[in-house]
């Protein structure tokens, strides 16, 4: 089942039509909106939910609500907890902060919470082409050395993929600043396109046009934004796969600059 913790916000609309986008693409088109609510609340989300109605209909996706009452200090992430199956089926669409507010986009939020629940699986979603209403475009997914498994059969890319105009793996290997020379550069980025090219051959059932590259960079997070940037992407998908991946720096500085879209994926063992 699919999951959309909405909040009611303009960004959590935004959020909103990714997770209808992403429900056309599972076989029983049907999505779950979860809204956490108190007395304030109840009454200005009720429109909004009825708009989400009518989108999902335009979309042939099924769209099933489910309002949870907040009392006194309970935590969202509690409840939503408590509300959501925890089970490897259950697949549970969020949004990070739509504006940096000297708190990080990802750092503290109740998305970051359910990103490492380990209870569900979990997108985390920083829209920053909000006209685009959605996912439009290119998908560019940074490869790095792991376990190819992470990209075999990974829900995720099997959701996004069928939207995207085309494909683009990245591998980039983090040179410093020291020197390294022509011929180790060389045979790094060889060894990076070996990488990149066999899970492009696990992706080949999808048909679609695939641009394969490997980078030697001394500054990895620039050179990746400037790539989706150069290609016109529509959406970066990072998986984090440790916890302090998901509050580090590097995650803040991806979501506070990037010029697309960012998904951040976690997968439940």
Do not use: C
Not at 64 to 80: A, C, F, N, W
Request: proline share 2%.
């Amino acid at each position: 089942m699919l999951y959309l913790a909405y909040d009611g916000s303009m960004n959590g609309d935004w959020i909103a039509r990714y997770a209808i986008q992403l429900a056309t693409q599972i076989d029983d088109r049907t999505l779950q909106v979860i809204h956490i609510f108190d007395r304030e609340s109840i009454d200005a989300i009720s429109e909004k939910i009825d708009d989400l109605h009518e989108l999902a209909a335009e979309h042939n996706v099924h769209l099933m609500t489910r309002k949870v009452p907040r009392i006194s200090d309970e935590k969202i992430s509690d409840l939503l907890e408590k509300t959501i199956p925890h089970s490897r089926d259950s697949i549970v669409i969020a949004g990070a902060r739509a504006k940096d507010k000297k708190q990080g986009f990802l750092k503290g939020t109740v998305s970051e919470k359910l990103l490492y629940s380990d209870l569900f699986n979990v997108l985390v979603l920083r829209v920053v082409q909000s006209g685009r209403a959605g996912f439009h475009g290119g998908l560019v997914l940074p490869v790095s050395g792991r376990d190819k498994s992470v990209y075999q059969n990974n829900r995720f890319l099997s959701m996004l993929l069928p939207l995207a105009d085309s494909l683009h793996l990245l591998h980039i290997v983090r040179a410093g600043k020291s020197f390294v020379s022509h011929r180790a550069r060389t045979g790094l980025q060889h060894r990076g396109l070996s990488y990149v090219r066999e899970i492009q051959e696990e992706l080949d059932s999808y048909k679609k046009d695939v641009h394969s590259s490997s980078l030697l960079s001394a500054n990895w997070k620039h050179d990746l934004l400037a790539y989706a940037n150069r290609w016109k992407a529509g959406l970066i998908l990072l998986g984090a796969t440790e916890r302090k991946f998901g509050g580090s720096a590097d995650m803040e500085y991806l979501l506070s600059y990037s010029p697309v879209d960012v998904a951040v994926f976690r997968i439940i063992e």
